[in-house]
């Protein structure tokens, strides 16, 4: 029984049942929940993407100081949850036409962009786009789209934040406008 239980998962790994997608949304606090909430994401971890110093601190990311970008990884099993459908919950938690980072995060160290893993990764980040500008037409979207390098996971206090601290987290996304902008941009 336990070989034929490890041949099955030897043949989904293979097939690539589990993958990751990583994004930039502004405050990684705030992209967690959106995705943990979806039937077959595995999880979503904060952390940081984009600089060259190896493991930066949230001090020097916070800071812009590291050329790092705030960003989440999400481990999704594509049998239960497609790519384009993580594609669309990104769209609609972000405000795709800030260029100056997301909502009263500003500074490149929370801008939006999409980071691909794979040439079917770009293809359908690069449509996605595509689909966006034509929503907004004359107008400028910011968001970009990059192949991922190394993505550091964030330090344990940021993991989850908004299950650890409800009240803080509601205060922050509540304050920050979050949720207000998001409305203007997509609509209830």
Known sequence: MIALILFFLSISSAYGATQTAIFAGGCFWCMEPPYEK?????SAISGYIGGEKANPT????????????????????NTKISYDKLLDVFWKNIDPLDTKGQFCDKGEQYTSGIFYQSEEQEKSAKASLAKIKSKFKGKKVATFI??????YDAED????????????YKFY??????????EEVWGK
């Open 173 to 182: 996304r509540y304050n920050c406008g979050r949720d207000k902008r998001l």
């Open 157 to 168: 206090y940021h993991q989850d934040y908004y299950k650890k601290n409800p009240v803080r």
């Open 38 to 42: 979806l039937i077959g994401v595995e």
């Open 146 to 151: 990059r192949e991922a390098k190394t993505f």
């Open 58 to 77: 949230y001090e020097e990311v916070s800071s812009g100081s590291s050329g790092h970008i705030e960003a989440i990884k999400i481990t999704f099993d």
